[in-house]
């Protein structure tokens, strides 16, 4: 017992030496340096996005039924609207881990509840067919519906952790980091996907781990695959959008 008190006793001295001969600089780290990028100004894209809508076309975009031809929404004011019957429309690129930020507006005036009140969507990733990973977009200001299909929900998966929908004819923003999930050769999945997310900078997702693709009726389940588009839903209303951009995010660095 005595000995095994005076190792310890030793072990502390020791320890003790290392601390008085460490330095500040010993846990500096200096390289490699992360990469510069200039912050947008008020409501602007920071200088390493990609512009998916800046107020003019919708050059970045294409119909989600047949990608070869151009999205058939309408463009007018700064914005762009659902035309109600024409189908979604995706992005032309396929990303896999990103930042994405969009604004989006639901009429001024509604007429509809619960559901059929402003509603789209933005699948994070498009698996096609209509299908992929939704967060919900509704007016959800004074409309009551259920909750985890509710604004800024993972549709059917998520509730956000708070309401922070403004009024119809507000334009609200989404801010929206996506993990795309990872799968194994034979297709097995090696890890779920990811979303954090802000609606009208209030955090309304932190970091939840997906269990699948969203689905209306039944459980959701994964399918495997790579990059894939981003797509906007037509659900028959005229939700407007606008300053969209994203940042396709590298693995982290491992240390």
């Given at each position: 017992m005595l000995a095994k008190a005076m190792m310890m006793v030793a072990g502390l001295s020791m320890a003790s030496l290392a601390l008085a001969q460490a330095t500040?600089?010993?846990?500096?780290?200096?390289?490699?340096?992360?990469?510069?990028?200039?912050?947008?100004?008020?409501?602007?894209?920071?200088?390493?996005?990609?512009?998916?809508?800046?107020?003019?076309?919708?050059?970045?975009?294409?119909?989600?039924?047949?990608?070869?031809?151009?999205?058939?929404?309408?463009v007018a004011h700064g914005a762009f609207t659902v035309l109600g019957g024409s189908g979604d429309i995706q992005t032309r690129r396929s990303f896999t881990d990103y930042q994405l930020h969009i604004e989006w507006r639901v009429p001024s005036t509604l007429t509809g509840s619960g559901q059929a009140r402003g509603n789209s969507g933005v699948f994070l990733a498009s698996t096609g067919n209509g299908s992929g990973y939704e967060i919900q977009i509704l007016d959800c200001h004074d409309n009551k519906t259920y909750v985890n299909g509710q604004a800024a929900?993972?549709?059917?998966?998520?509730?956000?952790?708070?309401?922070?929908?403004?009024?119809?004819?507000?334009?609200?923003?989404?801010?929206?980091?996506?993990?795309?999930?990872?799968?194994?050769?034979?297709?097995?999945?090696?890890?779920?996907?990811?979303?954090?997310?802000?609606?009208?900078?209030?955090?309304?997702?932190?970091?939840?781990?997906?269990?699948?693709?969203?689905?209306?009726?039944?459980?959701?389940?994964?399918?495997?695959?790579?990059?894939l588009p981003i797509r906007l839903q037509d659900h028959g209303d005229a939700v407007s959008f606008r300053n969209i951009w994203v940042r396709p995010l590298a693995a982290a660095p491992a240390r």
């Open positions: 500040p600089k010993d846990t500096e780290v200096w390289t490699p340096e992360p990469g510069r990028v200039r912050p947008g100004a008020a409501h602007g894209a920071p200088s390493d996005a990609l512009v998916l809508f800046g107020g003019k076309d919708l050059g970045e975009w294409v119909s989600a039924g047949a990608p070869d031809r151009p999205a058939p929404w309408t929900s993972i549709y059917k998966q998520h509730i956000p952790l708070v309401n922070a929908c403004a009024a119809p004819g507000e334009w609200q923003s989404y801010d929206i980091v996506w993990t795309a999930p990872r799968f194994a050769a034979d297709g097995t999945l090696a890890s779920p996907a990811y979303v954090t997310a802000l609606h009208n900078g209030v955090l309304v997702q932190n970091h939840v781990a997906l269990p699948g693709e969203s689905v209306h009726v039944g459980k959701p389940a994964y399918r495997k695959h790579g990059a």
